[in-house]
C-alpha cells in the first residue's frame, strides 16, 4: 500500500513544515560562527564603552539591575550610550545621576494599573 506518489507528498509537506519553523534551513557552522564571533565582538565593544563612561559603583548598580531585569538594563545602558555619543556626557556617570536617570525612565514607563473590584450581588441581600 505504499503509494510513491503519496510519500512524495508527506516529504515534501514535512519539508514545508520544518523550513516554516527553521528546523531545516540551518546556516552552515561558518556562516553561524561568523554570526556569534561578530556579536560577541559588538557585545565587547558596548561593554568597553560603557566602563569608560560609568563609574564603577554605576557599573555595580547596572549589572546588579541585569539580574533582576536585564530590558530594563539594556534600555538604560542604550540611553546612556546615546547621550555619550551625541556628546552630553562630559564626565564618567556617577551612581546618583544613574539613579536619577532610572527614575526618569520609570516615571515615563510606569504603567498605570485600575484595579476594579466588582462585587455580587446575593439573591438573599434586601435593598431596602
Given at each position: 500500500?505504499?503509494?510513491?506518489?503519496l510519500?512524495?507528498i508527506?516529504?515534501?509537506?514535512?519539508?514545508?513544515?520544518?523550513?516554516?519553523?527553521?528546523?531545516?534551513?540551518q546556516?552552515n557552522?561558518?556562516?553561524?560562527?561568523?554570526?556569534?564571533?561578530?556579536?560577541?565582538?559588538?557585545?565587547?565593544?558596548?561593554q568597553?564603552?560603557?566602563?569608560?563612561?560609568?563609574?564603577?559603583e554605576?557599573?555595580?548598580r547596572?549589572?546588579?539591575?541585569?539580574?533582576?531585569?536585564?530590558?530594563?538594563?539594556?534600555?538604560?545602558?542604550?540611553?546612556?550610550?546615546?547621550?555619550?555619543?551625541?556628546?552630553?556626557?562630559?564626565?564618567?556617570?556617577?551612581?546618583e545621576?544613574?539613579?536619577?536617570?532610572?527614575e526618569?525612565?520609570?516615571t515615563?514607563?510606569?504603567?498605570?494599573?485600575?484595579?476594579?473590584?466588582?462585587?455580587?450581588?446575593?439573591?438573599?441581600?434586601?435593598?431596602?
Amino acid at each position: 500500500m505504499a503509494d510513491p506518489e503519496l510519500e512524495a507528498i508527506r516529504q515534501r509537506r514535512m519539508q514545508e513544515l520544518m523550513a516554516q519553523h527553521g528546523v531545516g534551513n540551518q546556516q552552515n557552522p561558518d556562516q553561524q560562527k561568523a554570526q556569534e564571533d561578530a556579536k560577541r565582538e559588538a557585545d565587547e565593544r558596548r561593554q568597553m564603552m560603557l566602563s569608560q563612561i560609568l563609574s564603577s559603583e554605576a557599573r555595580e548598580r547596572l549589572a546588579r539591575i541585569a539580574l533582576v531585569k536585564p530590558e530594563k538594563a539594556r534600555g538604560v545602558e542604550d540611553v546612556i550610550l546615546r547621550t555619550a555619543q551625541m556628546g552630553q556626557i562630559v564626565e564618567k556617570v556617577s551612581e546618583e545621576r544613574l539613579i536619577s536617570l532610572l527614575e526618569q525612565i520609570n516615571t515615563q514607563t510606569t504603567k498605570q494599573t485600575k484595579v476594579t473590584i466588582q462585587r455580587r450581588r446575593s439573591v438573599l441581600d434586601d435593598d431596602d
